[in-house]
């Protein structure tokens, strides 16, 4: 069942270059581990790229007919593909002017021919591992961007109509003064410099106007729903809450420091004040009154006559704007009048179509501009890329049925997945968790042992395993808890919280196992990866150091002819077969594990000769798949000739195989010291047939 498991799709690479030799040369370096397409020219490259069939990087010739590099270069600058798609540069071409210009045009790396086939392979990797790792980090921050901004903006709002409830008004009332707020301030740092806003204080000083009346959950109801005109008693009591919500926000036990909170006790407190110093609570006046809540006031006041409340009718937009500016509605700072005289003409049909857009605009407007600005220039296909995985996390979620939760430190807050809520009886989300009884009854003191234990980790050794008793359903049962803590990149690093995961202790055990298993096989064929092949040879060879142990590194001959004449899937049978025929060959304590592509290797130990042994074992792989010959070319390393070291064992090894390919393909061949320095010499039979021999060397990606 397993090998009929789909495997993910290799990743594509576009070779452009009009030599069928040095595009074969390079598929066949690269076509193991990536899709390779080709294209002999400029033309064909465009074509291509213009399909968006997903190129993950371009290998590009810059002397071609019809079309040279660069100016594929410029069309790729032009419909800005260059910002998702990096381009390696390949020709002989490396005068600095080419290489310059091929860096101006926005090329990621520079590859001279004769082409080496570790550098290729590693500079494209890294070119590939870069690009992606700088998608998904921008789009992550985009999310937790959009993540951050829903849920503050969602609880404002909340808080705020819980007020306007009380007092009786429309419910539009917060919008409009945040909207408002942020429209004369937007006018006003076009027309001046002197308040130093940026963009960031914009939206924090709007979104902070949405509390300008928290205050007046403290003022009795019948006081700010009267109808007709207030007593004096009753206008004094009314003032109060100004005072009031800005004591609210001064005495809050956490967040006094945050840029938000201290824009909204500006606010709260100020926003009554006038430009003459006749306002109140303090009787500021000019400039001593923050901007802040200077626009807000200003905000207020022309939502205030244009909206309808239990004392008084709605007033025209044209009359309410003549009524400011004659100063009726108390005293303003005339630049902050200019702003509503010049957006006076539009005001109203602004407010419409930003009422209309807010759901899809306000929430994602600072995600979007960031992947609009030019030094990231990410595109949307990141976004919908995250969302797609997003959307499949969820989904595996569930069916993984466990518990999995993720714990924010500030403000303290346990988010748990669906599932697991449901079988914890809790909500998903549960604001400071070591206070909240259903919580504790459930956890014990296993809570705040869990807690000391991911408090007491470092960022270099962040995992947590705790086992504790947990009461569901009315029964105790052991749970355990593997759990990762976060912790922020300053100096010194601080504790953020963890991301983990419950389950039952019969269960994880279960689960280990499977992960076990897993982390230690190929996908693919069921053997040994290389890694945990690395790991029992090492253990092997240290159990038993005067044991005569063989090492054999082969791999298939022409396999490529498989993937390109049949298919990849045709070529994994193929792979899949090898394994099987290696497993039928060799005893019950011999090693055999896939190294990498259509690369294995066996571990063995022999009595006497290993000729013999190696020889039966070769002859046994020989065959056919379907019609597809199999030959394999092998080479063999003996402990008794290069010692005990699996390093050196395994290039020994390396070298005899480079040795066949040298000789033809198609046999075996025991190493000698002859062969020591073959790696570093590539014949021009070589380059020309694209057997450069490094497809024997080691496979650090395996490693890793």
Known sequence: MNNEKKQAPKQKILIVDDSELNRAILADMLGDEYDIIEAEDGWQAVETLQKGIGISLVLLDIVMPNMNGFEVLDIMNKNRWIEDIPVIMISTENGSSHVERAYELGVTDFIGRPFDALIVHRRVVNTILLYSKQKKLMSMVADQIYEKEKQSSLMIDILSHIVEFRNGESGLHVRNVRLLTELLLKRLVQKTSKYQLSRGDISI????????????????????NKPGRLTDEEFTLMKTHAEIGARMLEDLPFYSDEPLVKAAY?????????????GYPDGLAGDAIPISAQMVALADVYDALTSERVYKKAIAHEEAV???LEGKCGVFNPMVLECLTDIADTLQQELHNIRAAQNDRDIRSIAEELFRHEELGASERAVQLLEHERTKYNFFAALTQEIQFEYNLSPSMVTISAWGADKLGLPEVVMDPYSDQRVVQIFGKGLRGLSDALRSTTPEQPMVTYDCKVCLEGEERWMRIISRATWSVDEPPRYMGAIGKAMDIHEAHMKLAELEQAAAHDPLTGLF????????????????????????ILDLDHFKNANDNYGHIFGDRVLIHMAEQLRKCIRGGDIPARVGGDEFLIFLEYKGEAEPVIQRIFTSLLGKYEDFPISVSMGVARTADVGNDYEELFHAADQALYAVKRGGRGHFRLYDPSMKEMLSVISPMDSETGESGAGALPKEEEEA
């Open 529 to 552: 990866n290389h890694a945990r092949a690395k790991k029992i040879i090492r253990e092997r060879m240290e159990s038993r150091p005067n044991g005569q142990f063989a090492l054999v």
């Open 322 to 324: 003549k009524m400011i």
């Open 266 to 278: 500006e606010i709260c407190r100020w926003h009554h004040e006038r430009f003459d110093g006749r």
């Open 205 to 224: 000083i709007s979104t902070a106007s949405a509390l300008h009346d928290i205050g007046k959950v403290a003022i009795p109801e019948e006081v700010l």
